[in-house]
């Protein structure tokens, strides 16, 4: 079981930046690869990126091509997700999640341990 902790959210205007990080504890988190979900209200939960466990393999849903970019550091056991040119329908809840492999997975029931979430509004 990993445990993770997400920071980083906050409130932006259109066309600015947020960087959000997730913590993992634990000794399996360089093994599984890692994603980053968002929920807003009244919509369902959807993947938003997702990297290997080496980081040498991610997703991102079109909605965030080109914009979003997720890294990671094993040795920091930290994944993160840098957010560009951010825009009001990016507003959300995001929730960093470890999935129960260390391939690139994009649906939540491949994913087995979540964080609490971090709130993220972006003004228009």
């Known amino acids: 079981q990993v445990q993770l902790v997400e920071s980083g959210g906050g409130l932006v205007q259109a066309g600015g930046s947020l960087r959000l990080s997730c913590a993992a504890s634990?000794?399996?988190?360089?093994?599984?690869?890692m994603g980053w979900f968002r929920q807003a209200p009244g919509k369902e939960r959807e993947i938003v990126s997702a990297?290997?466990?080496?980081?040498?393999?991610?997703y991102y849903v079109d909605s965030v091509k080109g914009r979003f970019t997720i890294s990671r550091d094993n040795a920091k056991n930290t994944v993160y997700l840098q957010m560009n040119s951010l825009k009001p329908e990016d507003t959300a809840v995001y929730y960093c999640?470890?999935?129960?492999?260390?391939?690139?997975?994009?649906?939540?029931?491949?994913?087995?341990?979540w964080g609490q979430g971090t709130q993220v509004t972006v003004s228009s």
């Open positions: 990297i290997s466990w080496s980081g040498g393999s991610t």
């Open positions: 999640a470890a999935a129960l492999t260390p391939y690139v997975a994009t649906v939540r029931t491949a994913f087995g341990s």
């Open positions: 634990g000794r399996t988190f360089s093994s599984v690869s």
